[in-house]
Every structure is written in C-alpha cells, then in structure tokens.
C-alpha cells in the first residue's frame, strides 16, 4: 500500500514536471490568453454588461416608479387678509379687520406612483435595446478578431527576431573561420590583404545586423506582452517553431471556404448602425403622437405653530390624489416634420453605406485571398532561391580557398546567401500573417471568440 503511493506521488509529480511553466505559449495558448486578458478585450466585456444595464434601464422607465417627499415650512412672517368688518358682529361696514389665516408651521410627506400607459418614443426606446446589445456583441467580436491578428502577427515577429539572430550567429561562425583562415594564408604569403579586409568588412555588416536583431528580439517580445494583456517586460517564452508554425499555416484550402457576408463582422456593425438610423426615424415620428400617463398619491400633512412634529399627539391630516395627463401634440409650426425628414434621410443615407460596406468587403476577400496566395508562392520561391544562395556560397568557398575566385566574388556570392536568408524567413511571417488576414475577413479561425450574443 505504501509502496502504490509512493508511485502515486511520483505519477503526480512527472505530471507537473512535464506541463509548460507559467509563462510559456505556444501560438494558440498566447491567442487564448490575450483574448481574456488584452485591455481591450477586458474593456469589452465591462461594455456588454454596461449594454445590458441600460436596456434594463429603458424598459424600467415604463415601469410603475414611485417617488417620496418630505417637506417642512416656517412662515416667519405669516400673510394677512383682510376680510369685510361687517362680517363680524358690530363690525362697521365699509372697514377691514386683519386676519392671518392657518398655522405658522407646516410639515408634509407624500408618495406617489406613476405609469406610462402610452408614449411611443419609450416603445421605440424599447425596440432600440436589442440592436444596441447587438452593436456591443458585434463590438466586442471585432475587438476580439483584432486582438487574435495581433497577437499572431507580435508571434510571428518574435520568432522572425529569434531565427534572424540563430541565422546571424551562423554567418558570424562562418565568416570569423574564413576570416581567420585567410588571415593565416595572408600572413604565409601566399594571399592578397584585399580579400582579408573584404572578409573583415561582410563580417562587421553581419555582427551590426546581429546586434540589431537582438534588440529588435526584445522590442517585439514587448509588443507580444502588451497585445497579450502581460506587463512588457514579463518572461514570456515562445514554444512554437517558425518554419513548423508557417507548415501549418500552409492551408490553400482556406481559399475554398464559402464566404457568408452576415458573418463578417464589419458587414454586422454596418449593419447596427442602419438599424440605429431606422429606429431614430421611427422615434422622430413617434414625437407626433400623444401620450398617457397616470399617477396616484398619497400624503398626509400637519400644522402647529411649533415644531412638534415628532411628538405622538401632533395630529396629522391625510389626504390622496388620483390623476391622468394626457399630452397631445397639435401644432409645432413644422418642427416635428422637419425632424422626422431629417431623420429619414439619415436612414437612406446609412442604406447606401450599408451597400457599400457590402463591396468594400467584398473587395477586401478578393485582396486578402489574393495576398494569401502570393505569400505562399513567395515563400515557396524564397524557400528554392535559399537552396540555390546556399549551394553557389558554398561553391565559392571551395573556389576561393583554392584560389579559383576572388574575394569579391566569394563577399557577392555571401550577400547574395544573407539576403535570401532574410527573404525566406521574411516569408514565413508573410504567410502566417496573410492567413490571419484572410481568416478575420471570412471570420472562420478555429479559436472560440466566446462572444455573447
């Protein structure tokens, strides 16, 4: 028994031995934490919530509200009327006498409860709230799809700053062998001081653009951080491969996938915002109607010629009011009219962008599915003109050491080798980086957006 727990314990800790410590990603894992951490992803969310708030907030104003008053007078100077003096026995007639009338103190409390029983702005205002919830959904979905891009796009830099720097470390190895090698054939006599200088000169171009890719390494992992919701400077660890990263982003069936615009989510904004310009109109119209509300009271109040409001003997007199206000709009010397045209034509006018938005999606497709396909064909290109660079460097390393070519030709034939170097590793961003692309626009990627609706 002691002995099975003892495997057990070993079991559970090889287990925790073999998962990535905190703060390592793969492309996948980096996309998913960002999409809960990224500032603006977190925002968002707050703005859903905030939209949910406030459509309870306009259906609630046509519900029963009930509102209390406390009020309290001291007449310091009391007012006097005068009343005829024959009213009173002996009063002459013709003479006034002076009376003050009540009491100097007043104390009253009221409640009183109130409903919309019509008024057709608050009906629009109801019919409103979905589209404003949608608006925020669809809000929060195209923040989302732009963190996912960015986030892949800082991914993909990262690892095209860490190859350049394994690539640069290579050459440098490379050229300080060739370098010391014919330093030695100079120094025997048996070479020119030229091609020792041109060697020490591709190798100085090298070690700078080495240096660079090391600070540049550190600048895109920071970007990386920040799209990623970490502080800039966290110990993030990349796990991924960036040639086995762009294999899998190799995927020309993704030009196949049948596009539906009312999933895109740009189409969906544009479409919010016509919807928005609808509802104004029928609100503008809305204003010509009348509207009925109703209220009921009740109070009680209490006079004393001292504030003794608050002892149990004060006697205090109820009293309750029920009542209707109906408003009904008749003349407004063309205002509601001119409003309502106003309104309407901001509605055809948001129809025609709607139209619009429509092409212009359509035609952003035809360029991302075209930029995907010339990435691929680039890095497949970039990928035989590397083979080639390689093979004509290597030959004119055997030539020059055998003193068939020059140092000239070997420093052209070495150029030629860094530059497609950088164009193949260049490529492999672009073709990551076009897929994502592609992906945003048909808004087909495989990660869950968990985007409430």
Known sequence: MKHNFLIFLLFIAGSSMAQDPP??????EAIAFA???NYS???????????????????????????????????????????????????????????????????????????????????????????????????????????????????????????????????????????????????????DEESVEQLQITLSSVDNQLKNAVR???????M????????????????????????????????????NIENNVDFKLANNLNEQRYFEWKLA???????????????S?????????????????????LGFDLNIPLFSSGKRSASTARAKIAFEKTKTQLTEAEEQIRLQLESAKSNYIMAIEQYETFKENLALAERIEKKN?????????????????????????QGFLQSMVEVINNKVGLETILNSGEISLGVEK
């Open 216 to 222: 540049l390494k550190k600048i895109t992992l920071q």
């Open 397 to 421: 390393q055997i030539k020059y050491f055998e003193g068939i070519a020059s140092s000239f030709e070997l420093r052209q034939a070495q150029t030629q080798l860094y530059d497609a170097q």
């Open 41 to 191: 992803a977190v925002n968002a969310d707050r703005d859903i919530i905030a939209a949910k708030k406030q459509k309870w907030e306009t259906i609630a104003a046509g519900l029963p509200q009930i509102d209390g008053a406390i009020s309290y007078q001291n007449q310091l100077k009391q007012p006097v009327s005068q009343i005829p003096a024959e009213f009173f026995d002996g009063g002459e007639p013709g003479t006034f006498v002076p009376i003050v009338f009540g009491q100097a103190q007043q104390a009253t409390a009221v409640a009183t409860l109130t409903q919309k029983i019509f008024d057709g702005s608050y009906i629009v205002g109801v019919q409103a709230t979905k589209t404003f919830l949608d608006y925020s959904a669809n809000n929060k979905e195209k923040t989302l799809l732009d963190i996912r891009k960015a986030v892949t796009e800082a991914y993909g830099n990262v690892l095209l700053a860490q190859e350049s720097i394994s690539i640069f470390e290579k050459n440098i190895t490379n050229l300080e062998k060739n370098l010391f090698e014919t330093t030695k054939i100079h120094e025997n006599g048996l070479g």
């Open 301 to 321: 109040s209490a006079f004393a010629d001292n504030f003794n409001f608050l002892d149990s003997n004060q006697k205090w007199f109820d009293f309750s009011i």
């Open 224 to 259: 990386l951080n920040l799209v990623m919701g970490n502080a800039i400077d966290s110990p993030t660890k990349l796990t991924e491969d960036l040639d086995k990263l762009t294999q899998e982003q190799l995927e020309p069936g993704l030009l196949e996938t049948q596009f």
């Open 23 to 28: 703060g390592n990603f793969s492309l996948n």
């Open 35 to 37: 999409l809960e951490n």
């Open 285 to 299: 119209k809305s204003r010509a109607l009348p509207t009925l509300n109703a209220f009921v009271n009740y109070g």
